[in-house]
C-alpha cells in the first residue's frame, strides 16, 4: 500500500476567506493553496548538485494559484522557504501551516543551477465544483483539532444513500484535487451514481486544523478523527444513516473494518488492501516487489532476514528509525532502501509510531465483529498489495463467519489508483521507465472501480 508521494501531495495553506454559499462553516476557516505536487530531491541529486540536505522538486503548477502568481515553474527545486531550509515535502506543509491568505512568502529555488528568490503573497484556495451536486463544508471535532467534513448531495432537499470514503495513507487533503486525479474522478462517479459522497480531511490536512501534524499524528488520533467525522455525518440532514456504505482505499481497508464493527453500515467495500499484521505485510509485499522488478532472488531474501530485526523493532518496539540507523551503516541503508528514509522518525512521510499503531490493531478481530455486507476488491495490476490473496482470504474467512456476507472481485488489469495498465507486468515497466506519473496516473483513469463499487453499493442498500 505504499503509494509514492509524487503522486499524491500537494501543498496547502491556511486563510480566511467570507463565504455566502449556505453550506460553508463559518467556524472552520477555509485554506489558500500553494498550488504545486511534488517530490521530496534524491539523494544522488543532492550531491551531483552540492544541495546538501536540501530540495524538494517541483512537478506540477496549478494555474491561478499562489505558486503561479509567485513564477514558481515546474522542475525547480525548492531549497528554502521563508528562510527555512526545505529537506522534505513535509518541512513545506510544516513552514506553511498557519499561513494566511495576503501573507508575504519567500522562496529560494535552484532552477537551472542557479538559485533564484522568489517574493509575493498567497492566494485562496478555490471551491469545488460538482456541476449541480451541492457541496457542504461542515466540521467535526476529536481530541487536539477540528477537522473538515466534506458532503457532496446530489439533491439537498433529500436525505439519500452516502458513501464514507477512507483514502490510503498519505498525508493529502481530498478536497479540491486536480480534474484528472484518480480519486476526483472516482468521487464524481458515486456522486453522478446518485449517492451522497462524504470525505473527512485527516488532521492538519486541507481545512483541518490539529495541534500535531498529520504527519507526526499517530495511527490512533487520525482514527479517532474518522470516527468523528463518521458520527457527525449521521447528524447530516443530507444523509440517510440507515443506508451508509463505507469504501477503504489501500490503508482505508484497514481502518474501515474498525468503523464498521462500531457504527455497522449496511456495507464495507475495500480495494488494494490487507488484514494480516502490518509487519508480516510489509515483508510479503517487499518481496513481491523486488521479484517484479527483476531483483536478484538471493539479494531479495538477504533484504528480508535483514529486515526482520529493523522492522520488529520499529513497528512491534517502537524505536526510533534514527537511533537505529546511527548504530550501523547497514541499518542504515537498509531504511533508506526500504522506507525511502532521509533522517528523523518519519517513514513514508508519516511517523515510525504511525505504522506501529497500525501493526497493535487486530484487523481480523475487526471484521468479525461487522455483521453487514463486505466487496474485497483487487486490481490485478496492483504492485502495492500481494497478489490479491490476502482479500480472497478475508473473504472466504468472512463468509465463515456470517455465510455468503462478502464477495470478492479481482479487477485485472487495473493497479492500486485505479488506473488501466493492462496488468502487473505493465505496471513494473511504467514504473521502471519512469513513465507512470505522466502517461498512466494523469490519463488512464479506469471507470471500473467505481462502477463495481456502485452496483454492488446499489444492491445492499434499503431501496
Known amino acids: ?67 503561479a502568481s509567485l513564477g514558481i515553474l515546474v522542475q525547480d527545486i525548492i531549497l528554502e522557504l521563508n528562510g527555512n531550509a526545505i529537506e522534505s515535502i513535509t518541512d513545506v506543509q510544516t513552514h506553511l501551516v498557519d499561513a494566511r491568505a495576503g501573507d508575504e512568502v519567500r522562496l529560494l529555488v535552484l532552477r537551472d543551477e542557479t538559485e533564484v528568490v522568489l517574493l509575493g503573497q498567497l492566494k485562496s484556495r478555490p471551491k469545488e465544483d460538482f456541476g449541480l451536486a451541492h457541496v457542504d463544508l461542515g466540521q467535526f471535532s476529536f481530541d487536539g483539532g477540528v477537522g473538515r467534513l466534506i458532503t457532496v448531495t446530489p439533491d439537498p432537499n433529500k436525505k439519500l444513500p452516502a458513501v464514507f470514503f477512507i483514502p490510503g495513507f498519505s498525508c493529502m487533503t481530498v478536497d479540491g484535487l486536480q480534474p484528472w486525479h484518480p480519486y476526483r474522478k472516482f468521487f464524481e462517479g458515486i456522486v453522478e451514481a446518485g ?17 500535531i501534524p498529520c504527519s507526526s499524528c499517530s495511527y490512533e488520533t487520525e482514527l479517532e478523527s474518522f470516527r468523528a467525522a463518521y458520527r457527525e455525518m449521521l447528524e447530516s440532514p443530507f444523509v440517510d444513516k440507515n443506508n451508509i456504505v463505507i469504501f477503504g482505499h489501500s490503508l482505508g481497508g484497514i481502518q474501515a473494518p474498525v468503523l464498521g464493527g462500531e457504527f455497522q453500515p449496511a456495507g464495507i467495500a475495500v480495494y488494494g488492501t490487507t488484514y494480516v499484521p502490518w509487519l508480516e505485510y510489509l515483508l510479503r509485499v517487499n518481496r513481491f516487489q523486488h521479484r517484479g522488478f527483476g531483483i536478484d532472488p538471493l539479494q531479495i531474501e538477504q533484504q528480508a532476514k535483514a529486515a526482520y530485526p529493523v522492522l520488529t523493532r520499529i513497528m512491534v518496539d517502537g524505536e526510533s528509525p534514527s537511533d537505529i540507523a546511527e548504530e ?29 499503531g497500525i501493526q497493535d490493531q487486530m484487523t481480523l478481530q475487526h ?76 490519463q488512464r483513469y479506469s471507470p471500473m472501480v467505481v462502477q463495481t463499487f456502485v452496483k454492488w453499493a446499489q444492491s445492499v442498500i434499503n431501496t
Open 1 to 67: 500500500m505504499k503509494t509514492s508521494s509524487q503522486f499524491l501531495f500537494a501543498a496547502f495553506l491556511t486563510l480566511f476567506v467570507s463565504l455566502s454559499h449556505i453550506g460553508y462553516s463559518q467556524d472552520l476557516q477555509r485554506r489558500a493553496m500553494l498550488g504545486i505536487a511534488f517530490e521530496d530531491v534524491s539523494s544522488q541529486v543532492r550531491i551531483e548538485l552540492d544541495l546538501g540536505n536540501r530540495g524538494v522538486r517541483v512537478l506540477e503548477v496549478l494555474p491561478n494559484t499562489s505558486a
Open 195 to 211: 449517492f451522497v459522497l462524504v470525505r473527512a480531511e485527516k488532521p492538519g490536512m486541507g481545512d483541518s486544523k490539529s495541534d
Open 328 to 356: 550501523s551503516a547497514a541499518y542504515r541503508g537498509f531504511l533508506q532502501s526500504m522506507f525511502q528514509w532521509q533522517s528523523g522518525d518519519l517513514l513514508f512521510g508519516r511517523s515510525h509510531m504511525f505504522w506501529k
Open 367 to 442: 471484521w468479525s465483529e461487522y455483521e453487514g455486507q463486505v466487496l474485497s476488491l483487487y486490481g490485478g495490476a496492483d504492485v502495492h498489495t500481494v497478489d490479491g490473496r490476502d482479500q480472497e482470504d478475508l473473504v472466504e474467512i468472512l463468509n465463515g463467519f456470517n455465510e455468503q456476507s462478502a464477495q470478492f472481485v479481482d479487477l485485472q488489469t487495473i493497479d492500486h489508483n485505479f488506473v488501466e495498465t493492462g496488468g502487473l507486468e505493465q505496471t513494473y515497466e511504467a514504473l521502471s521507465s519512469g513513465s507512470y506519473q505522466d502517461e498512466f496516473f494523469m
